[in-house]
């Protein structure tokens, strides 16, 4: 095989880069002219954190950076001069190499593919490749980059499964909106605070994010505001050092510290009582730790994501919680619905929990009848995505069919509910709402107060007993005389 | 040396960088410097591993020398007890005389 001839020249920005390909390393390639001496190009070049090459005109290798060694597995020795073709092996190489497209008029190229390292992986990359050009625009070499895709091709795999991202389950907009942007913020090292109600899935959507993040390979360390005392939550977050109170018998890492390299995840950050927002805040702005009684700190690297199910901006307002600290928690906002407003999502959690959770508790697959489907459907879910897994994990237990019943679901899900009268006495073609009057599930008007709802229960209990108080009294459970009295308080005669 | 049936995947004059993408092939049949070798090209009709393997195995190949691999491929190979040099990067005929030499390794760079 060839090698390279002589030595190839490179010309950037007005300034003359020189990259010499010497064979024997002796002359490293340096750039000169960009500063008042010449600097080395070898080192600046390894600090590029994706893969970098440079050819010569007849594709041969000049210089690569460290990380395209560390991808394809080939160290400094063994490259200079070789064909690109060669060392990078890849399918781009031998098939669609975009560099004989090139002329002094070509701008970059992108084009993925794969390659397969000394260690004998398959790896898929993108390759964007660019002349370079002399001050005259001669074409005098080639610059291409190559990125390993592999998390993305990963990620995209995950988030092409329907309705489905990482173990997050739905299909209606606003979680679809937040599939789409999970795999980009993942990417990013900005911090993020996730808000949505209690049981939104606030913690999983924390811990994917890390997963799909460049720091999947770092610990993710999670600690509860508002789980600790605020003496003990000094010390769990940014360690002590021995002696620094009685008790402190030895020094202790916090768990910043244990999460250098990876993330930290606060959740319930509405609960970080005020004194130590200050302290967080001083480790946001110089990324030091400075552990409880000791003077010497220490750098932390650590992306944070923080969650809560508060309204930190109204917090902020009434002075409990600092603006600058939601400021610079605030760089990415990630608002997970609550599930009532996901529309259609219900039933595909429905189904999601009665698979798996049937597969986990060792049971055959249940079907749900359609009085429970119809109450699971309607139902408003306070408690969210955990409470309708929970109410799916209590029906399994109780039920010894194959078929859930609505004696299977929990009871409060029957129990009346004041809100929910008139809505239910609204629907009186509903076979459903016919054959259980006791059933009071369905959601009540946002804008209704209990004396308006009160009266048109009066009403309505008048009306279908055909006027008759006795009667009107005995179906809302009320004495005659109480009847007699609300009756007077709303003014109906 | 004992006669040997070796087989390199080609690019133009050198190991084909991909065994994967190989189209074209070099079976050898020889011992070396003291006796002859025989060569004979083998265009394949598109670059497929698994047809490879199917060659290798039919044509009763002793030894194959190639550059880039899947390990997939290469522990198939190996566990059907046949010796596979990989990562050699350089000329066909190079790599062969190492290989007669008994100098040839994995990741040798000619």
Redesign the interface.
């Known amino acids: 095989m060839e090698k390279a001839d002589s030595h190839d020249t490179l010309t950037n920005i007005g300034d003359s880069i020189r990259a010499l390909s010497d064979r024997s390393g002796a002359i490293p390639p340096r750039i000169n002219n960009l500063f008042n001496i010449p600097i080395d190009f070898s080192e600046l070049f390894d600090e590029i954190a994706i893969g970098v090459v440079v050819l010569s005109l007849e594709r041969k290798i000049v210089v690569m950076n460290q990380t395209l060694k560390a991808l394809t597995g080939f160290s400094q020795k063994e490259f200079r001069g070789f064909d690109c073709a060669h060392i990078l092996r890849s399918n781009i190489c031998l098939h669609d190499c975009p560099v004989l497209r090139f002329d002094e008029k070509s701008g970059p190229k992108c084009i993925e593919g794969n390659l397969i390292n000394k260690e004998r992986q398959l790896i898929p990359i993108r390759i964007t490749s660019a002349p370079l050009k002399n001050i005259n625009g001669k074409i005098i070499g080639f610059l291409e980059t190559v990125e390993d895709i592999r998390l993305l091709r990963k990620l995209d795999e995950s988030s092409s499964h329907a309705y489905n991202f990482n173990n997050i389950v739905g299909r209606s907009p606003q979680m679809q909106k937040i599939f789409q942007i999970l795999p980009s913020l993942a990417q990013s090292d900005s911090s993020v605070l996730i808000t949505g109600e209690t049981g939104t899935g606030k913690d999983m959507v924390a811990e994917t994010i890390h997963h799909a993040s460049n720091r999947a390979k770092g610990p993710f360390a999670k600690i509860n505001c508002g789980a600790l005392p605020d003496t003990l939550l000094e010390s769990e977050l940014f360690g002590h050092h021995k002696g620094a109170f009685t008790g402190a018998v030895e020094n202790k890492p916090g768990r910043i510290q244990l999460a250098n390299n990876g993330t930290l995840y606060l959740t319930e950050i509405g609960d970080l009582p005020l004194a130590l927002q200050v302290k967080l805040l001083t480790f946001l702005d110089d990324k030091e730790v400075f552990p409880l009684g000791s003077i010497k700190g220490f750098t932390a690297d650590v992306r944070i994501i923080a969650a809560t199910h508060r309204n930190l901006e109204q917090m902020a307002g009434g002075g409990q919680f600092r603006k600058d600290l939601l400021f610079r928690l605030n760089v990415i906002r990630l608002h997970l619905p609550p599930l009532r407003d996901r529309h259609g999502d219900i039933q595909l959690l429905l189904d999601h929990f009665l698979n798996t959770l049937s597969t986990q508790l060792g049971k055959k697959n249940h079907v749900l009848s359609r009085k429970a489907l119809k109450i699971l459907l309607t139902y408003t879910y306070p408690g969210n995505v955990r409470e309708l897994k929970n109410i799916i994990e209590y029906a399994l237990n109780i039920c010894g069919d194959r078929q859930i019943k609505t004696k299977h679901l929990p009871s409060y899900l029957m129990e009346p509910d004041p809100f929910d009268v008139s809505d239910a006495a609204q629907q009186p073609a509903s076979p459903l709402a016919s054959n259980t009057d006791q059933i009071r599930y369905i959601r009540s008007e946002p804008d209704q107060n209990w004396p308006d709802i009160e009266k048109r229960m009066i009403l309505e209990a008048l009306i279908k007993a055909g006027g008759r108080k006795n009667k009107a009294a005995a179906s809302l459970g009320w004495a005659r005389s109480t009847l007699w009295r609300k009756m007077s308080q709303y003014g109906i005669s | 040396m004992a006669s040997k049936k070796i087989l390199i995947p080609l690019?133009e004059n050198?190991v084909a960088?991909?065994f994967?993408?190989a189209t074209e092939v070099q079976i050898v049949t020889g011992a070396g410097k003291s006796g002859s070798a025989v060569k004979r090209l083998v265009v394949l009709p598109r670059a497929s591993a698994d047809q490879l393997c199917h060659l290798i195995l039919t044509e009763n190949i002793q030894t194959v020398i190639c550059?880039?691999?899947?390990?997939d491929y290469?522990q198939y190979l190996t566990w059907k007890r046949i010796e596979v040099i990989?990562?050699v990067?350089?000329?066909c005929n190079l790599a062969l005389k190492r290989y007669f030499e008994g100098k040839l390794k994995p990741?040798d760079?000619?």
């Open positions: 690019h050198d960088p991909r994967d993408l550059s880039g691999i899947e390990d290469y990989d990562s990067v350089g000329s990741g760079i000619l």
